[in-house]
């Protein structure tokens, strides 16, 4: 290895893993609250989405996190995402899940995909939560960095919305799945489909090409 491969991939989670219903929305419909679960991914600002945040803990004070996430075994992941981890995988690419929903349900998704960090919103049996926010996953990414001692260019990110802007200018190298690329993010590599597979090979074809540049070099 050198110090110019690509060693961690950091994804969002619901939206760029995920589709169709977030983790956020099949734990609100496990405990009946799925409608209100909707209204509040509506919420636009910050401060607002506090106060919602301790409403949805309050949903889960008498259920063991581990009995709430039986329900995420019916989420539906994106196209090519066990194809594409395990490809990462091969190569030696550490994975980090990153997202704001509830760490214990990343948790249970980081195990179920394999990653080997992760990182949300934390909630404590008591009911105490460590906010995690669009802005966070940037600066949380710099100190994963910082103690597997890598350069930011050696970390790939992928997103799906304009939260992840923060994150994806970060990585060395950025891939946006959502339809639009938001205005001023303009230097990631777009794959609408969200076909994680495919961004997967991608991202190995880079390693492999700054490799050989490094050959020619010497």
């Not at 991939?9 to 939206?15: P, R």
Request: hydrophobic fraction near 40%; glycine fraction near 6%; proline fraction near 2%.
């Amino acid at each position: 290895m050198n110090k110019r491969d690509i060693r961690l991939v950091a994804f969002d989670v619901d939206g760029t893993l995920v589709h169709g219903e977030t983790l956020s929305e099949t734990l609100a419909r496990r405990v009946g609250y799925l409608a209100r679960m909707q209204e509040i991914e509506r919420i636009q600002e910050e401060i607002d989405f506090i106060p919602a945040r301790e409403e949805i803990a309050s949903w889960f004070r008498s259920i063991p996190f581990a009995e709430l996430c039986t329900c995420l075994q019916s989420i539906r992941l994106a196209p090519g995402v066990k194809e594409g981890l395990a490809l990462l995988k091969r190569h030696q690419i550490k994975i980090a899940l990153v997202s704001i929903t509830w760490e214990f349900a990343v948790e249970w998704l980081a195990q179920k995909l394999g990653a080997d960090y992760f990182v949300g919103t934390r909630l404590s049996i008591e009911g105490d939560i460590t906010h995690f926010w669009a802005q966070d996953k940037a600066s949380w990414l710099c100190e994963l960095a910082q103690q597997l001692d890598l350069h930011l260019e050696q970390i790939a990110a992928v997103g799906d919305s304009n939260g992840d802007r923060y994150m994806l200018r970060t990585a060395g190298y950025g891939f946006f799945v959502g339809k639009t690329v938001p205005t001023g993010l303009t230097e990631v590599y777009h794959y609408p489909d969200g076909n994680i597979h495919t961004i997967a090979q991608h991202i190995i074809d880079i390693a492999k090409k700054r490799t050989e540049d490094i050959t020619d070099d010497v």
